[in-house]
């Protein structure tokens, strides 16, 4: 997990890193040594956040109660009960973690701003609560950490001391944030971020992921504000538990680029010595200076380069990194392609997906009135019915993204078992695929990436998940795409890579919405070729589509359905000729004149 | 019996207060669909404005509404037609650190030129203290509440009546469609977020002359005003004046019976309940914050 100091990235990384630490001891200068320690602890404290409000995508604006509880815990405990900060910041780490379980539960669905208020409201309970509590934690004047020197206290009289145990607890941070960015767990934060309905689609419980994704930054900001507490011997609630904390900490994140490892980090050592330096310098005309250069390179950032320093300039320096020697190359091996498993169909033929009578009002109207249906395995089941029927209203309950109010679905898994899955992310763990009428695709990772997102579902480890997402891009004929971003592929690419994400998730039903609309005609015939393929290979394939005559051709059997009803089953040859089918169509009106 | 009235008499009044500064808010969110987080500021700068014109000029801040709510139209257009504009299709996140940054550069640019200290005003009219049967009031206040209703309803009538209110529901409810009526969007965002901006300033006139002025005056304001606009439905004209008077209520009642120091914990917990249980707001007006 600890990067390979040979590879360039790596090493470019150790070396910057180094600097940060060696060169303000090399100076011996005790404002330049207060300045890097500031820098690393706000460094820590804006990664730690940019775990939720990057990766994440939850704008945080009251990260200071995490910082305040990590500070009190530490300095209440060192004063009352002579316990270490090296223990006490673990007592901090549990509140914190239990407070972010309660505020990250009932906001989760709070969106941008609005998350960003119920924040903030949290922030200012806490800061008002505590200096309500005088009797505990000394109010509104704030309390004075002793003054015992020494490791254990985590208290120095020398200033290289603090630096070194700040630029750790950097460390510790920026080693976390990285092994959650190459994790499974990390590409989990950025597909609920990008689309919380396709992260379900592919088996993600977005509800665990970001609750996971708040515990550990909450965590880790603690630890920090438990050692800057220590640091600045004095902790008050107005500044442990401030709104102006919160906003630097957001912020630093923001300037170095949102969602990345390095940027936090980067923003930090950019921003903070100017505004440092400026207080300096500035200081004749009064307070406020370093905030008012805050505010402003807050508002320049954001309409001048919005994707921060690592987003707007990080791929011309990775290339120009990559330009470095790299002394590891000879050790790296490609990951081979498994070949595609051929799945035993000793059971084709049998029900796998059964729809029970299942009904769903939208107010007054029904949407889905009593509508059955069933899949058999390894077949390809036709959906159709005019605009309006209701197909993608049964399309959602079939994978769980509406509740039926009434009536069943469940699906048979591998050992033979029924099951009925009640949330999208069940029904994609019980082995049902879909893709979505309008594409969801995620649209700033590359294509493997969006294949390894589905491939994570049933496989262990990223190698056998790549093994996997390279299969079914052979299956897609995706593969010469594998390292496109999704958003630049054409209408037919996405419409594919929809089917592949879909199908990386392994499943033993696939339910495609609408995906050869759209499509010129050279892209249905390749899209047609595909699904009979995805069929052959094991997979039962329920598909709504209004081009008829791919329907005709592709399915086994049709279902139409008519307001909210199954108006017809059967062969496309039956179906095709049936008078009420017409007549759903194209109204009475075309019967008769054909009948006169 | 009489304290009671006297409290509920006296939290209605405050309603008064916050409600200007929530009509301006759930304005500009209603129609440019922007939380403006540097509304607090605003209030902070139309205060000092109205400050320097009583201490420099003599003018009695009700005198100086004129030039406060030019100066703060002319400000919210500025930040409308400079900075907003250009990230009306970036991420929310954007537009909140947008808003931030405003904020977080006018407090401290008060800081610079003003310094932490805390300013007041002294004129006698909107000072007296009047008396109906037991219970007192400060004419200010009464003044405050009044202009509050007005302005309320002359908002109310100027967005059901007028080619650009008409315009302004138009682009709250529908971007695009509003533009293909021939709404010019651009134009008529600038003109909500002055108009929003003005509001504060009229505010900020009437506040001066009960409240002290000092840097972060706003920031305790407008976390209120996020408070009453949530309750009220974001972007609703009657939810944010009934929102105004239930906080005005809650803070007058809870600072007797619960304590001055937890007031604020009492309207914050209503606040996050509301957001989470019911996110249209109380009224089931306005546009849900999901």
């Not at chain 1, 000729?577 to 075309?590: F, M, P």
């Not at chain 2, 533009?179 to 600038?190: E, F, I, P």
């Amino acid at each position: 997990m600890i990067p390979n100091p040979l590879q360039p990235r790596a090493y470019v990384a150790y070396l910057a890193l180094a600097a940060l630490l060696l060169l303000p001891i090399a100076t011996q200068s005790p404002f330049v040594i207060h300045l890097a320690i500031q820098v690393c602890v706000f460094a820590a404290l804006a990664s730690a956040w940019n775990i939720v409000g990057g990766f994440a995508g939850q704008l945080s604006l009251g990260h200071a109660v995490y910082y305040g509880i990590g500070s009190y815990a530490a300095g209440l405990l060192v004063l009352h009960f002579g316990i270490s900060p090296w223990v006490g910041m673990f007592a901090g780490v549990g509140v914190s973690a239990l407070v972010a379980l309660v505020i990250a539960y009932p906001t989760l669905r709070l969106r941008g701003p609005f998350f960003s208020l119920a924040s903030i409201a949290f922030l200012e309970v806490a800061r008002l609560l505590v200096n309500h509590e005088e009797a505990w934690t000394h109010g509104a004047g704030g309390l004075n950490v002793p003054l015992q020197i020494g490791l254990k206290w985590m208290i120095f009289r020398e200033k290289w001391a603090y630096l070194l145990v700040a630029f750790g607890f950097l460390m510790v941070v920026l080693w976390i944030c990285r092994a959650i960015r190459h994790s499974r767990f990390g590409y989990y934060l950025i597909a609920v971020r990008e689309r919380e309905d396709a992260a379900r689609a592919i088996g993600i419980n977005p509800v665990r992921v970001k609750i996971a994704a708040a515990v550990i930054s909450a965590c880790l900001t603690s630890l920090i504000g438990s050692f800057h507490g220590m640091y600045l011997t004095f902790i008050e609630p107005s500044s442990a538990f401030s709104l102006e904390l919160s906003i630097q900490i957001a912020m630093f994140a923001l300037i170095g680029g949102l969602g990345t490892v390095a940027g936090p980090v980067l923003g930090t050592v950019v921003v903070l010595p100017i505004a440092e330096l400026a207080r300096g310098w500035l200081s004749a005309f009064g307070n406020g200076t370093h905030g008012f250069v805050y505010g402003v390179v807050l508002v320049a950032v954001v309409l001048f380069f919005p994707r921060g320093l690592v987003g707007q300039l990080g791929g011309r320096v990775t290339q120009w990194i990559d330009k470095l020697p790299d002394f590891a190359r000879a050790r790296r091996v490609t990951v081979a392609s498994l070949p595609t498993a051929v799945r035993a169909t000793a059971s084709a033929g049998e029900p796998i997906l059964k729809v029970d009578k299942i009904e769903k009002r939208f107010g007054g109207l029904k949407a889905t009135d009593k509508v059955s249906l069933t899949l058999h395995e390894g077949e390809i089941l036709g959906v159709i019915g005019p605009n309006g029927a209701g197909k993608t209203t049964v399309f959602n309950q079939l994978s769980g993204f509406l509740r039926p109010d009434g009536g069943t679905v469940t699906i048979r898994d591998a050992a033979g078992h029924w099951s009925a899955p009640r949330s999208p992310e069940g029904f994609a763990r019980a082995g049902v695929g879909r893709t979505f009428q309008i594409v969801q695709p995620f649209a700033g990772l590359t294509v493997l990436e969006n294949l390894l997102l589905g491939a994570f579902m049933r496989t262990k480890g990223r190698d056998e998940a790549e093994a996997l997402a390279r299969s079914v891009a052979e299956l897609t004929e995706l593969t010469p795409l594998l390292d496109t971003e999704a958003r630049s592929l054409t209408v037919g690419g996405m419409k594919r890579l929809e089917i592949a994400r879909a199908l990386a998730t392994s499943p033993r039903v696939l339910l495609l919405d609408e995906v050869l609309a759209g499509l010129n005609p050279a892209d249905v015939a390749r899209a047609i070729v595909m699904i009979r393929r995805i069929r052959d290979s094991g997979v039962s394939v329920l598909m709504i589509e209004h081009l008829m005559q791919a329907t005709m051709a592709l399915s086994d059997r049709i279902v139409v359905i008519h307001l909210g009803k199954v108006l017809k089953e059967g062969l496309p040859a039956e179906v095709a000729n049936d008078v009420e089918v017409i007549q759903a169509y194209l109204g009475k009106g075309y019967t008769h004149a054909q009948g006169s | 019996m009489s304290l009671l009235l006297q409290l509920v008499a006296n939290g209605l009044l405050l309603g008064g207060a916050f409600a200007i500064i929530s009509i301006g808010l759930t304005l500009i969110f209603g129609v440019v669909r922007v939380v403006n987080f540097a509304h607090g500021e605003f209030l902070m700068v139309g205060m000092y404005v109205a400050w320097l014109c009583a201490s420099r000029l003599g003018l009695h801040p009700y005198a100086a509404v004129p030039i406060v709510v030019v100066f703060l139209f002319v400000m919210g257009a500025a930040m409308q037609r400079y900075v907003i504009q250009s990230l009306l299709s970036a991420d929310a996140h954007i537009q909140v650190f947008a808003t931030v940054g405003i904020s977080t550069a006018l407090l401290n640019l008060a800081l610079l030129m003003f310094g932490a200290d805390i300013r007041k005003v002294e004129f006698a009219f909107g000072n007296q203290n009047l008396s109906i049967g037991s219970l007192t009031f400060v004419s200010g206040q009464v003044i405050t509440f009044v202009v509050a209703i007005v302005v309320a309803f002359a908002m109310h009538f100027y967005l059901t009546r007028t080619y650009t209110g008409r315009a302004f529901r138009a682009l709250a409810q529908n971007r695009t469609a509003a533009a293909l009526m021939g709404v010019d969007v651009n134009k008529t965002y600038v003109f909500a977020f002055g108009i929003g901006a003005a509001l504060v300033g009229i505010a900020s006139c009437l506040l001066t002359l009960q409240y002290p002025v000092f840097p972060t005056v706003g920031t305790y304001f407008v976390l209120t005003a996020f408070v009453i606009v949530v309750l009220g439905g974001m972007g609703s004209l009657p939810g944010a004046v009934i929102g105004s008077m239930f906080i005005g209520l809650i803070d007058s009642l809870a600072g007797f019976y619960v304590g001055p120091d937890l007031k604020e914990v009492v309207y914050f917990v209503i606040f996050l309940v509301i957001l989470i249980v019911r996110p249209t707001g109380l009224f089931g007006l306005g546009r849900g914050s999901e």
